[in-house]
């Protein structure tokens, strides 16, 4: 069965930082590319990153740009988020996602995690 | 703000056929694939339709989507109770250096 699991948020402080993380199984992760997406509380959904299948092309919206920075780990199966200088306006569940291909950007987010709720708040 | 226009809300009645829109431009919908997704209350959001008006394998012949220059529908048919959530459009925008967008959501209610 193919599966996402987020985990990592939690409440932090303005300008703080907070690392998620994502695990993967079910599939052969180093073949796609992955995605942040993110939903503020009663809101809708926001892409947040995306990365290539070899970590080769990546790319940011730009309301995170400079402060968040994803990553992976093909070995691990995992994918990452580190989320630095943390704004209230950043408070959302963040979803990690699959993308059906292997380039962030040629195809969207076939299947996606349960999220992990990021609260920033002092 | 979001890049993609949706209504905030539609309505049908059991049985009746609804139509959810999505409203871009030449940097999105006009040039490239669209995507809807289901959100269930209280769930993640699940892949509806692919590229304009594929379905993905389990998805019902109910639902159908539609492209036209730089606007696409979501078409729901034979509709249910359980088709009751929020419906998400989004495209690849191909401004600035390229990016993801979503549509607002619409929230479809089943009365």
């Known amino acids: 069965e193919v599966q996402l699991v987020e985990s990592g948020g939690g409440l932090v402080q303005p300008g703080r930082s907070l690392r998620l993380s994502c695990a993967a199984s079910?599939?052969?992760?180093?073949?796609?590319?992955m995605h942040w997406v993110r939903q503020a509380p009663g809101k809708g959904l926001e892409w947040v990153s995306g990365?290539?299948?070899?970590?080769?092309?990546?790319g940011y919206a730009d309301s995170v740009k400079g402060r968040f920075t994803i990553s992976r780990d093909n070995a691990k199966n995992s994918l990452y988020l580190q989320m630095n200088s943390l704004r209230a306006e950043d408070t959302a569940l963040y979803y990690c996602?699959?993308?059906?291909?292997?380039?962030?950007?040629?195809?969207?987010?076939?299947?996606w995690g349960q999220g992990t709720m990021v609260t920033v708040s002092s | 703000q979001s890049v993609l226009t949706q209504p905030p809300s539609a309505s049908g009645t059991p049985g009746q056929r609804v139509t959810i829109s999505c409203s871009g431009s030449?940097?999105?919908?006009?040039?490239?694939?669209v995507y809807w997704y289901q959100q269930l209350p209280g769930t993640a959001p699940k892949l509806l339709i692919y590229?304009?008006?594929q379905r993905p394998s389990g998805v019902p012949d109910r639902f159908s989507g539609s492209k036209s220059g730089t606007s696409a529908s979501l078409a729901i048919s034979g509709l249910r109770s359980e088709d009751e959530a929020d419906y998400y459009c989004?495209?690849?925008?191909?401004?600035?250096?390229?990016?993801?967008?979503f549509g607002g959501g619409t929230k479809l209610t089943v009365l």
């Open positions: 996602a699959k993308d059906p291909s292997g380039d962030y950007g040629d195809d969207a987010f076939d299947i």
């Open positions: 079910g599939f052969t992760f180093d073949d796609y590319a």
């Open positions: 990365i290539s299948w070899n970590s080769g092309s990546i």
């Open positions: 030449s940097s999105n919908i006009g040039s490239n694939y």
């Open positions: 590229r304009n008006n």
């Open positions: 989004a495209a690849w925008d191909d401004s600035l250096s390229g990016h993801w967008v």
